[in-house]
């Protein structure tokens, strides 16, 4: 390289990795693998020796790394949150031993730690008590997080009487077991679906990996959310002005005795040997932890040591991590295929030759969009790196070239869909292609029915997606009102070939007269499901649960919605411009009122039927309210009465609360929570008058 070319390659990594230190610390959406980047510092820090003259003051390298989010109280370290230096290689693990010899002689032990892949936090204790907790930031300053930590149990918030000193900071890791981060994702996947989020939109929202869970939760606004999903804490590190033990190894026997919870995996070494041993132990074990690490933290074990060996710039002299590289594997791409979700969004698939990677065969790996293609520069039948990461779908992370056959061509990238045949569009600033044939692409209409059936919709549970494709390859439903018009004698008997994807392989059955008898009685029983479900059945873009709610009580009929007006829409509390051009696409269009019109001569209720003696109003529209303590009616009646007003329910009192109903035995906490936000507290019967009730 010559000069110029250094100058401008120092340029692009420098913004490469800021960008990639912003996707990671503040938006908690890393989108390279750890040590991708980790490479990129490494050849900017070489080339920044190399070329003092061209390396930058304010250089990524110069930095700890992490941005401040805005929304918390910034708090400035007692102690700088400082980075450990890493290396992937056993040969720089050796240099690092070297180093630490020629200064303090052979005479020393190490203390080996798990390296938890989670958030630092520092915490700070007064006389036993919790006063603060602060991530890391930028290592000199960080949030101010302590609502939200109080909430995880393996923190104490008091510590029983002990020899620990009156002030002091512990700094720990906050992590998310695996087993919690798959229960409570698997939840947000559902809680997505139900609000009407498209498969592409659900990948792209759903968290990546435990860490980012942890992240994106301890960064939440409201504790009592936080206390929903179960974080834990691994204490490793005790900053106070007078020294509290003479080794790392004592203090830490030191904090488990004053009641944090250490990792039980961490041992006392004699040498580099010994250390190396720790580390491919857990290589092989890592899977087996209920949580994740992502390498191995060494450390001088006597304080004196340490002290004399100092401190680079960044970095401890008597610490490093090793780091494990995410497993990957490389195989051969067989070819790209490309799947159609229920909104017609087509999402690029490497089918790949059959490979082995953490324990599971893996042979498709997502490879996301267009762009992704482009940015990969993949050509048929390339040699590719997959990587499965902290993630569940594992996923193309780059090519050998070198492996690639002299006449390979480069992938391109379809341009009609491959189930119906129609030209594919990409919408002005969307990454994704969509296939606009709504009411002639197969997976699109099946996809659609299978919403309609689901259990937050119209609830016919007797039917499941794979009967639902087989009755459509059959003719016999082409939309969901066609269910509708399915009888005994045409199901009785029906020969069904739907394609397992699990088992990549067609299965046939017949359908007996017990299932004949369970799908039509769910279909029946559809029909009482009430207006504003079926509303969300229905599959309108974006009109989720909770929008289809509001519309129903808006317009409380499905005519008055089809005939108003995109403003009429949008001027709803919380709907807006987007979601009523959706609705009123969703009935311009022709064949969309052919299958309403099949729906009402089904019976399916259209319309909100009242309860006897109930009547509706909007009057409580845009209002929100807490109801706490207990009343002369039910507190569900309660609450079912703000909503059929127009209201709404919340779980937790916040500035924007507009009413605290306040009944007996309500919780002090709520009291106190509503007079420091100064929400107006109302009784029972001063809520009845605002309804017109007394
Ligand atoms: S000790 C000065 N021990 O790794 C030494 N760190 O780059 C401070 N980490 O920010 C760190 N497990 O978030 C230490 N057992 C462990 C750790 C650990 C995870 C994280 C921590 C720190 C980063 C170091």
């Known amino acids: 390289m010559n000069e110029q070319e250094v100058k401008i390659r120092i340029k692009e990594l420098t913004d490469l990795i800021n960008q990639h230190n912003y996707n990671y610390y503040t938006l908690s959406q890393p989108t390279v693998s750890d040590f991708n980047f980790d490479m990129m510092l490494k050849e900017l820090e070489s080339l920044e020796r190399q070329y003092p003259a061209l390396a930058d003051p304010n250089s990524p390298t110069q930095k700890v790394g992490g941005q401040i989010t805005k929304n918390f109280i910034q708090v400035k370290h007692k102690y700088p949150m400082l980075s450990l230096g890493n290396t992937y290689s056993e040969e720089e693990l050796r240099e690092f031993d070297e180093r630490v010899r020629k200064s303090i002689g052979d005479d020393f032990e190490y203390v080996v730690e798990l390296k938890f892949d989670g958030l630092a936090i520092s915490i700070t204790y007064e006389k036993g008590k919790l006063v603060r907790a602060v991530t890391r930031g930028d290592g000199v300053q960080g949030d101010d997080v302590t609502a939200n930590v109080k909430t995880i149990k393996s923190i104490p918030i008091q510590l029983p009487d002990g020899d620990y000193p009156d002030n002091f900071d512990i700094r720990g890791e906050i992590f998310m077991h695996r087993k919690t981060f798959e229960k409570l994702n698997n939840e947000y996947r559902k809680e997505l679906e139900e609000k009407g989020y498209d498969e592409d939109e659900i990948k792209e929202k759903l968290y990546k990996n435990p860490r980012n869970f942890a992240s994106g939760t301890l960064k939440m606004q409201d504790s009592a959310e936080v206390a929903k999903r179960p974080l834990d804490c691994f204490s490793y590190f005790i900053y106070a002005d007078n020294q509290v033990a003479q080794t790392h190894f004592e203090s830490l026997e030191k904090a488990k005795k004053w009641g944090f919870q250490v990792s039980d995996q961490y041992r006392l070494c004699k040498n580099i040997t010994e250390v190396m041993a720790f580390i491919h132990h857990f290589d092989k074990q890592r899977e087996h932890l209920s949580y994740e690490i992502d390498g191995v933290v060494i450390k001088v074990n006597s304080y004196a040591q340490q002290r004399e060996l100092g401190f680079t710039a960044k970095n401890p002299r008597w610490a490093i991590s090793y780091k494990y590289k995410a497993q990957s594997a490389l195989t051969q791409l067989l070819k790209v295929t490309y799947q159609v979700g229920r909104t017609g969004a087509i999402t690029p698939v490497a089918n790949l030759k059959p490979v082995q990677l953490a324990g599971t065969t893996v042979k498709r790996a997502s490879l996301y969009n267009a762009d992704e293609i482009e940015r990969l520069d993949l050509y048929e039948n390339d040699w590719v790196f997959v990587e499965k990461g902290g993630e569940i779908i594992p996923k193309v992370t780059a090519v ?295």
Request: proline share 2%; charged share 30%; aromatic share 6%.
């Open 400 to 694: 050998d070239v070198s492996k690639r056959g002299l006449f390979s061509e480069k992938i391109k990238y379809t341009d009609v869909c491959p189930e119906c045949g129609t030209t594919l569009v990409r919408r002005e600033g969307e990454v994704v292609h969509y296939c606009p044939n709504e009411s002639g692409c197969a997976p699109q209409l099946i996809g659609k029915i299978e919403h309609f059936i689901g259990r937050k919709a119209m609830n016919i549970d007797s039917l499941g997606s794979e009967t639902i494709s087989g009755l459509y390859q059959k003719g016999m439903i082409n939309n969901y009102a066609d269910l509708y018009s399915l009888t005994y004698e045409n199901l009785i008997g029906l020969e069904l070939e739907t394609y397992n994807e699990k088992k990549d392989q067609l299965t046939k059955r017949s359908l007996q007269e017990k299932s004949v008898v369970n799908i039509l009685q769910g279909i029946e029983a559809s029909k009482q499901v009430p207006f504003e479900r079926v509303l969300f059945a229905l599959g309108i873009r974006m009109v989720g649960e909770t929008v289809a709610k509001k519309l129903a009580r808006h317009f409380l009929t499905l005519e008055k919605l089809a005939s108003a007006n995109k403003e009429e829409i949008a001027t709803i509390y919380e709907i807006g411009d987007k979601i009523a051009d959706q609705v009123v696409k969703f009935f311009a269009d022709q064949q969309n009122i052919e299958v309403i019109k099949k729906l009402k001569t089904a019976s399916i209720k259209l319309e909100i039927e009242d309860e006897l003696g109930v009547e509706r109003s909007s009057i409580l529209e845009g209002k929100s309210f807490v109801v706490s303590g207990t009343f002369t009616i039910s507190r569900d009646e309660l609450k079912h009465l703000i909503e059929i007003n127009g209201g709404r329910n919340i779980g937790s009192i916040s500035k924007s609360l507009n009413y605290l109903i306040a009944g007996d035995k309500m919780g002090p906490e709520k009291l106190k929570k509503a007079t420091t936000f100064n929400v107006p507290i109302i009784t029972e019967e001063e809520f009845m008058k605002m309804i017109n009730k007394s």
